[in-house]
């Protein structure tokens, strides 16, 4: 039996349905729901004959030539299905809910498959998730100086059983010229705005909702404007970490990375540094004082922190001094901090 969905109630199923994504490699590799598979109808190569002959020809000579190229696929479609969905029960899309969706429904129902059919397809999931972004959240910011250590925090979070985003996982990027650490790959703009409003679909948006202090771009990828805006406006806690804590937790991070992947991307920052603090740190990467590199980076690290935080309300910062090494106890005390500002705003009403 096939069962029109829309992308509204399809998130909100009580239990997770695979989701088969029947577009073509390339148009699932610029962007997909996120957890879907793809199952495509056609290559990349049959898709642009199919709608040329759509184009030039006829929507009857394109459907023919579509059986044409599908003929003796099914099969393995209905297999790949049976292996992402043994118990036989999944959705399917493709842009617009059309031809595509309608016949891989048609086949996968017809061999006993429950389906449910997304209606209006992936171009209906895009402006779902748009709408994410300008969906008014209870943000609090965790902010800090590099090296302070906030994405640990945060996981440390999660594990107190907060809610939590992190916009950096999402990026696959730490937000700096190093950010990604030599090894981790963006996803596209599209897919980081897929990523970042499905997660945002899936916490409760009448409790807080902890996000670290970025700017507008981490690494290549762009935090959507809206969202980026209730950030700025939201309460910001500023972890006060000293600098040879931040300098000793950064030199670990860093001195596990490969040395030529650190000096090329200290090259790129070099007109920011400066012709001698380049020069200094690429010395002190050679020379495997990481310390020393650590703490002549972080002098434009640190400028630009502190001019990004000067564009914030002040009212809405409120600095916490971080004592403690130990991160989960710096966590607990974030939250402690963060419990008395709120306990202080309704007494205030």
């Given at each position: 039996m096939t069962h029109p969905i829309s992308v509204e109630d399809f998130v909100r199923l009580p239990e997770p349905v695979p989701l088969a994504d029947v577009r073509t490699p390339a148009e699932f590799l610029q962007g997909h729901v996120p957890g879907a598979f793809n199952l495509p109808l056609f290559s990349n190569e049959e898709r642009v004959k199919v709608g040329t002959t759509y184009k030039q020809g006829s929507r009857e000579e394109a459907i023919l030539l579509g059986f044409d190229l599908t003929g003796n696929?099914?099969?393995g479609f209905i297999r790949t299905a049976l292996e992402m969905a043994p118990q036989k029960k999944i959705a399917v899309h493709c842009w617009r809910g059309g031809?595509?969706?309608g016949a891989m429904a048609w086949a996968l129902n017809l061999y006993g498959f429950e389906v449910y059919l997304i209606t209006g397809g992936y171009k209906n999931y895009r402006r779902w998730a748009l709408k994410q972004f300008e969906t008014p959240y209870e943000l609090c910011v965790l902010g800090g100086m590099t090296g302070s250590g906030k994405t640990k925090i945060l996981q440390h979070f999660k594990a107190l059983g907060e809610q939590i985003i992190d916009l950096e996982e999402l990026a696959q990027h730490q937000g700096s010229s190093y950010g990604t650490l030599g090894k981790l790959i963006q996803p596209t703009q599209e897919q980081f705005e897929n990523d970042l409003a499905f997660a945002l679909s899936q916490l409760n948006k009448n409790?807080?909702?902890?996000v670290e202090d970025?700017?507008?771009t981490i690494g290549k990828r762009f935090i959507p404007n809206p969202f980026w805006h209730q950030?700025?406006?939201s309460a910001l806690?500023?972890?006060k970490v000293a600098l040879m804590q931040r300098t000793g937790n950064l030199a670990k991070e860093y001195g596990r990375l490969d040395k030529?992947?650190?000096?090329e991307c200290t090259q790129?920052?070099?007109?920011r540094l400066g012709p001698e603090q380049t020069r200094d740190a690429i010395a002190a990467i050679k020379e495997d004082r990481m310390e020393d590199f650590i703490k002549l980076v972080l002098i434009y690290y640190d400028k630009t922190y502190k001019v990004g935080l000067s564009k914030r309300n002040k009212e809405n910062v409120f600095p916490l001094e971080i004592e403690d090494a130990d991160v989960l106890a710096q966590a607990k005390s974030i939250l402690n901090f963060a419990g008395s500002l709120a306990g202080d705003a309704q007494s205030a009403q």
């Amino acid at each position: 039996m096939t069962h029109p969905i829309s992308v509204e109630d399809f998130v909100r199923l009580p239990e997770p349905v695979p989701l088969a994504d029947v577009r073509t490699p390339a148009e699932f590799l610029q962007g997909h729901v996120p957890g879907a598979f793809n199952l495509p109808l056609f290559s990349n190569e049959e898709r642009v004959k199919v709608g040329t002959t759509y184009k030039q020809g006829s929507r009857e000579e394109a459907i023919l030539l579509g059986f044409d190229l599908t003929g003796n696929k099914w099969s393995g479609f209905i297999r790949t299905a049976l292996e992402m969905a043994p118990q036989k029960k999944i959705a399917v899309h493709c842009w617009r809910g059309g031809m595509r969706s309608g016949a891989m429904a048609w086949a996968l129902n017809l061999y006993g498959f429950e389906v449910y059919l997304i209606t209006g397809g992936y171009k209906n999931y895009r402006r779902w998730a748009l709408k994410q972004f300008e969906t008014p959240y209870e943000l609090c910011v965790l902010g800090g100086m590099t090296g302070s250590g906030k994405t640990k925090i945060l996981q440390h979070f999660k594990a107190l059983g907060e809610q939590i985003i992190d916009l950096e996982e999402l990026a696959q990027h730490q937000g700096s010229s190093y950010g990604t650490l030599g090894k981790l790959i963006q996803p596209t703009q599209e897919q980081f705005e897929n990523d970042l409003a499905f997660a945002l679909s899936q916490l409760n948006k009448n409790r807080k909702i902890w996000v670290e202090d970025e700017s507008l771009t981490i690494g290549k990828r762009f935090i959507p404007n809206p969202f980026w805006h209730q950030m700025r406006q939201s309460a910001l806690i500023e972890m006060k970490v000293a600098l040879m804590q931040r300098t000793g937790n950064l030199a670990k991070e860093y001195g596990r990375l490969d040395k030529v992947f650190l000096i090329e991307c200290t090259q790129r920052i070099g007109k920011r540094l400066g012709p001698e603090q380049t020069r200094d740190a690429i010395a002190a990467i050679k020379e495997d004082r990481m310390e020393d590199f650590i703490k002549l980076v972080l002098i434009y690290y640190d400028k630009t922190y502190k001019v990004g935080l000067s564009k914030r309300n002040k009212e809405n910062v409120f600095p916490l001094e971080i004592e403690d090494a130990d991160v989960l106890a710096q966590a607990k005390s974030i939250l402690n901090f963060a419990g008395s500002l709120a306990g202080d705003a309704q007494s205030a009403q």
